[in-house]
């Protein structure tokens, strides 16, 4: 807690974080498998000389271009701002941890970034070998970023020995490191097949969506079997914790597991039955498929945030910005101590005593539980919106609610221990109390 918080209402400001990563993670998924896939269709087509092939691909790659680096980089800063601002201690964690992870991800971001707009601009102009170097840079490139950034978000479920070591390459080659780099690049193959499958629905011949969409669909097929294995191999790699909760709620991964399954059975009807490619192509049912493209990536990315929960690093920092190391000394001297904005805005609020407030105003005492419920509750519950605290506390009376707030896993495993005094929890209790609980 050594940074102001940003309260969001109704969402939460954590929440943020997966509606800008909405985007991002559709866009970036796709400029890595779209990398990957023009390369080799740029390879295959030049071997064999498919002239109609190449043609698709140079306005593919226009498409492409379009959509990821103007989207994808614009919603990546997007992505820098959210994390920063609703996750400071997180990001500062992270940046210190992988600064140099950081530096190469942007070198691999340049790189791409010149050889993706290097490979529209001058494909006309560049022999066949030079065109397929180019586009082999760019798939790299991407990829390569794909493997750093995968690096640091498993790093988060788990950090595996880094923990003892604080060494880099133990951080960032963590248990779920690999399961991660398997799924993210089986997914990146999906997600792009469906693109395709979306531009072909209104550019091409009949006879490109024909043949152009069977040739994406093997791929598809290989991202679902990666996405398999690699879901299979990340339940068992994550913290034993992650693997109870996963075990407690089993519906999220079985339907997940399915939605695979499914996507994997379709990818085969689509390479071999020409009526179903033709019926894919169909631009209402194009857009459907990428609009559930999407809401499984989004499910995949939501089910490695929440599950995460009580910690934003594993046993490392808690959710609400305490490291797990300095928990016994928040709750022996009390956040009003130990928090410096909490204590700023408590002095404020109080006209600088923040010592005795067992006597204080009942007004008094709300205002500073306010304070300590923002910081210490509000980075899951909004009042009334997203995980809303007023229907929670409805039924409960203050003694209730001070006894939620002083142990809150006893109540739920995804939320981190109380880091404040009994007192502090009572005047959370009072807040919460005013705000809407059973008097
Ligand atoms: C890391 C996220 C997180 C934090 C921080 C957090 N909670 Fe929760 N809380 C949850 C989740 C998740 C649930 C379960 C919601 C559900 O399933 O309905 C929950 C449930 C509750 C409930 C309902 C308990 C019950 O038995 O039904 C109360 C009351 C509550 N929280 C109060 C608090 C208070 C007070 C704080 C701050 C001291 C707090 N929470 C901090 C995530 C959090």
């Known amino acids: 807690m050594n940074y102001p918080l940003w309260y969001v209402p109704l969402l939460g400001a954590p929440m943020l974080i997966p509606v800008v990563a909405l985007i991002h993670v559709v866009v970036s998924h796709f400029a890595v498998g779209g990398g990957i896939l023009i390369w080799v269709g740029v390879r295959e087509a030049q071997h064999r000389g498919d002239e109609e092939f190449l043609h698709f691909l140079r306005n593919f790659v226009r498409f492409f271009l379009y959509v990821t680096v103007v989207f994808g980089a614009i919603t990546g800063v997007g992505i820098w701002w959210t994390i920063g601002l609703s996750s400071p201690e997180t990001t500062s964690a992270l940046i210190h941890t992988f600064v140099f992870g950081w530096a190469t991800e942007w070198v ?57 070591t604080r060494n880099f390459w133990d951080g960032f080659l963590n248990p779920t490191f690999l399961p991660g780099v398997l799924v993210r690049t089986g997914g990146s193959l999906m997600i792009t097949t469906l693109w395709a499958v979306f531009y072909l629905s209104w550019a091409g011949t009949e006879e490109d969506r024909n043949r152009i969409l069977q040739w994406f669909s093997r791929w598809a097929a290989l991202g679902a079997l990666l996405v398999l294995v690699g879901g299979y191999a990340w339940t068992r790699a994550v913290p034993v914790y992650i693997q109870e909760r996963l075990a407690e709620r089993p519906t999220v991964f079985l339907v997940s597991v399915l939605l695979v399954g499914i996507t994997f059975l379709l990818a085969l009807g689509l390479w071999m039955s020409r009526t179903l490619r033709e019926a894919a192509t169909v631009p209402a049912v194009a857009l459907t498929l990428l609009l559930v493209g999407f809401a499984g990536q989004m499910a995949g990315e939501f089910v490695r945030e929440s599950f995460r929960k009580p910690y934003t690093i594993a046993h490392v920092l808690y959710s609400t910005s305490v490291y797990a190391s300095d928990l016994a000394a928040w709750q022996e001297e009390g956040s009003l101590q130990r928090g410096r904005w909490i204590r700023w805005a408590a002095e404020r609020v109080t006209g600088g005593n923040i010592e005795n407030l067992e006597d204080a105003d009942p007004e008094v005492r709300a205002a500073v539980g306010e304070i300590l419920f923002t910081y210490h509750c509000s980075v899951c519950h909004t009042r009334r919106g997203y995980l809303a605290i007023l229907p929670r506390i409805r039924e409960l009376d203050r003694e209730d609610i001070a006894d939620v707030a002083a142990n809150p896993p006893d109540y739920h495993p995804a939320m981190p221990p109380f880091a404040g005094t009994e007192e502090e929890a009572g005047l959370i209790a009072d807040y919460l109390v005013k705000l809407g609980g059973n008097r």
């Open 108 to 164: 691999t971001f340049v790189v791409e970034l010149v050889s993706v707009m290097g490979l529209y601009y001058f494909w006309d102009r560049m022999k066949p070998g030079e065109r397929e170097g180019v586009a082999f840079l760019y798939a790299l490139s991407a990829w390569l970023s794909l493997v750093i950034i995968t690096g640091v978000t498993a790093f988060m479920a788990s950090p595996g020995h880094w923990v003892q």
